[in-house]
């Protein structure tokens, strides 16, 4: 969220941005993508694209164009809000997925994060600072619903990744070169190789791999309760670095999100389990002792 805003307030357009990230992402993956292929899902390729207009360059577009109108806090809070509530809804209702009051108080707090951070002012752009809200809660629409699909077709990430990245490399690209007035050039080259390290290295791949790694060791339920960092670090982060210093209602829709996310993600239901369990075996060595 950081490295965008810092790229749209410099000299590069979301559309630049775009076409480095998955440029440098999509040929990276590209050798996955070839092994695996393009198509995915119970629809082959159209299943493929449906993933790659969700979460690949449509997505991007939209959300870094929000950040030329709102904070990075807003961005990260909104988004990450909004996926959530979609995610919960959707599949409590469509993918019968049970539910608790926890994870209902979640979505509460959420909500009400998002309803702070629509309501605050920041201290650029306000008069234009609804259209980025706008273009944050379409993003974590669009963030949602590739959530569910990947969900509901049991997609392995890696594969997705890939193809979402080379699907994105090969239909925008393109459009990109012809279409699109590029501010990628020789004059603003440190920001070109930053923005290719971080988004398209760091976050297009390496990220990737490492969440992949986390939730293999912690497990889905544990590696997701470290989501709600999130908006925290983004806020944090553009203090020093974009001079975004947020209002005392950004800060408790920051809060109230991050602590959302964290009790939907269902952390402290299965610590909760899993003392039972341990209650349990330990119950079961001393009367199979005594």
């Known amino acids: ?59 991007t577009n939209i959300a870094v164009a929000g950040m030329q109108f709102a904070p990075a806090s807003h961005a990260s809070t909104v988004i990450n809000g909004t996926m959530l509530m979609l995610t919960t809804v959707v599949g409590i209702h469509g993918l ?31 008069s234009q600072q609804w259209f980025g809200h706008i273009c944050f809660i379409i993003s974590g629409l669009m963030w949602g619903g590739y959530a569910l699909l990947v969900r509901a077709w049991k997609t392995e990430a890696m594969h997705a990744a890939a193809v979402v990245c080379v699907f994105s490399l090969l239909l925008y690209l ?6 699109v007035h590029s501010h990628i050039g020789l004059d603003n080259w440190h920001e070109v190789a930053f923005q290719s390290f971080y988004q398209g290295m760091l976050t297009g791949v390496i990220a990737l791999v490492s969440f992949n790694h986390g939730i293999r060791i912690l497990g889905a339920s544990h590696a997701s309760a470290f989501i709600p960092l999130v908006p925290v670090l983004s806020t944090l982060l553009a203090i020093p ?49 005594n």
């Open 1 to 59: 969220m950081v490295a965008s805003r810092w790229g749209v307030r410099g000299s590069l357009s979301p559309y630049d941005i775009t076409a480095i990230r998955f440029g440098i992402a999509g040929l990276l993956l590209m050798p996955v993508a070839i092994k695996r292929g393009l198509a995915i899902g119970p629809y082959g390729l159209k299943g493929g694209f449906i993933l790659a207009f969700l979460i690949g360059a449509p997505y």
């Open 96 to 126: 019968r997925e049970k539910t608790s009051k926890m994870r209902l108080l979640g979505v509460a707090c959420s909500l009400a994060g998002i309803f702070c951070m629509l309501a605050a002012k920041s201290s650029s752009n306000i």
């Open 174 to 179: 393109p459009l990109y070169l012809l279409f």
């Open 241 to 289: 670095i974009l001079h975004e210093m947020p209002s005392m209602l950004e800060w408790a829709g920051v809060a109230a999100v991050s602590s959302g996310v964290f009790l939907a993600s269902g952390v402290l239901s299965l610590q909760g389990r899993n003392r039972q369990v341990a209650t349990a075996c330990e119950a079961g060595a001393a009367i199979e002792g």
